[in-house]
């Protein structure tokens, strides 16, 4: 039987799955990069929103407040003090700053919009009181649990900016700000609608650009893979007229003549020698006739081998069936497990056979088991899968494959390796010698699973 006919090239039907699969990758991708390139916008506007922030408290101390504290606002007089509130309450009603106090070095408070506060001495924080130089700016958002002075300016989100800075008298002058969270998230939205479009349209820009690509790659992938379909298809034919030509020539040609002259030697040896010549030439026709028939035989098995009539007739199991027939005649008890092997195209089904009956040859010479487990299993996703185990004690199968009696395993690997899959043997788990092969992306029935219980893990 010949193989299965090439399938029209359709090249919208063979780049259709690598393009989807290539665009649902992307897409996968764009939207983990987007993620994380938006996570990473979002942190970046919410340090510059509260680098904005210490920068205008800063520019407020420097430029506004701490030129105001002259030392009449420092000694305490009414005139100086009321302008000074003036300024700071109108900057507070602008928005943006929600408290402002102004201190002295040694901790007390020269003014402050909550007038209970004005005069009082606390403590500044460690982070400002461990400041020795004269300009300097720290800030902190406050928490839950923090309480800035127990004035409860501290409400959780708060900024809190302390600048500090000489004044006119040439004195250390220090500014707390407080700004409000609103006022924090108002610039963080601002910041991250700048940033972030700009991240991810670069990121959409840049799809733009591959997913073309990759379709045009992807229909190139196509093309690739039906040549490739092609010359493997041209190259099964030609396997299997040449298989043919040689089964035609071997059976009508070489094996009739062969059985003809078995045949018409018998006619010509002397059947009662009187002489020692006669003697000799018919122990010399005997032992040609039995050659020329042994030689009949093993021919006739090798047009079995290259057309089995049970595989071409009957299907695979059948076939299989009859091999562990034939190792039962040898001393192997074989046991067949199959799955999935009724809709298998011939030119698999072929292979298959191959790789069993191989398998089934190498533990017959060299095993020396008793036991073997032939199993077949053909799923459409992953292709069909062999394995011949036997119990016995055989040669290492690194070293195997030297030997001169493994031949056909090393073309066998060879076939296996232009069909597009793999023959190992190697020792089995549980003892023996175990050969494996496997053929990726084989079309085939998911048929009920025989004997399930003896599949190999």
């Avoid at 939207?31 to 205008?56: M, P, W, Y």
């Avoid at 003697?279 to 006739?289: D, I, N, P």
């Avoid at 008890?333 to 009956?357: C, K, M, N, Q």
Wanted: glycine residues 8%; contains cysteine.
């Amino acid at each position: 039987m010949t193989p299965p006919p090439a399938v029209p090239y359709d090249p919208d039907r063979l780049a259709r799955g690598a393009i989807l699969q290539f665009v649902g990758r992307c897409a996968v991708a764009l939207f983990v990069v987007g993620i994380a390139t938006f996570g990473v916008a979002s942190k970046l506007s919410n340090q510059q929103a509260l680098h904005d922030a210490e920068v205008r408290g800063e520019i407020f101390t420097t430029g506004v407040a701490a030129p105001q504290v002259t030392p009449e606002v420092r000694a305490g007089q009414p005139a100086a003090v009321a302008g000074f509130a003036d300024i700071m309450e109108n900057r507070i009603a602008v928005g943006g700053i929600s408290h402002i106090k102004v201190w002295d070095t040694d901790g007390r408070v020269i003014w402050a919009d909550q007038g209970r506060l004005m005069g009082t001495r606390s403590e500044l924080p460690p982070q400002v009181a461990g400041q020795t130089s004269s300009d300097f700016t720290v800030s902190w958002r406050a928490d839950a649990a923090q309480a800035d002075d127990d004035d409860g300016f501290g409400a959780p989100g708060t900024l809190e900016v302390y600048a500090g800075t000489l004044g006119p008298d040439g004195r250390r002058v220090i500014v707390e700000t407080y700004w409000p969270a609103d006022v924090l998230d108002s610039r963080y939205d601002a910041f991250l609608i700048r940033l972030a479009p700009l991240s991810l349209g670069a990121l959409a820009l840049l799809m733009v650009a591959i997913v073309p690509l990759g379709i045009s790659l992807a229909r190139r992938l196509a093309r690739s893979t039906h040549e490739g379909d092609r010359m493997l298809q041209h190259a099964l034919r030609a396997s299997d007229l040449e298989r043919r030509r040689m089964t035609h020539t071997l059976h009508d040609g070489v094996i009739q003549d062969l059985a003809g002259l078995a045949y018409l030697l018998p006619s010509v040896t002397p059947t009662d020698p009187r002489t020692a010549a006669e003697e000799e030439l018919r122990s010399t026709l005997v032992e040609a006739t039995n050659l020329i028939k042994s030689d009949v035989r093993q021919l006739r098995e090798i047009l079995d081998d290259l057309y089995p009539p049970s595989l071409e007739e009957d299907g695979l199991d059948a076939a299989l069936t009859e091999l562990a027939a034939w190792a039962g005649r040898a001393g192997i008890d074989v046991t067949v497990s199959t799955r999935g092997t009724d809709d298998l195209e011939p030119v698999y089904a072929r292979l298959a056979y191959r790789v069993v009956r191989e398998g089934l040859l190498n533990v017959i010479n060299h095993s020396g088991a008793q036991h073997a487990l032939v199993w077949v299993r053909v799923t459409p996703l992953s292709g069909v899968e062999i394995a011949v185990r036997d119990d016995g004690s055989a040669t290492k199968p690194e070293t195997a494959k030297q030997e001169s009696g493994h031949f056909g395993l090393r073309l066998l690997r060879d076939v296996m390796a232009d069909f597009g899959g793999e023959l190992t043997v190697k020792h089995a788990p549980a003892g023996g010698t175990e050969l494996r092969a496997s053929l990726p992306d084989v079309d085939a029935a998911d048929a009920p699973e025989r004997d399930s219980s003896l599949i190999p893990g």
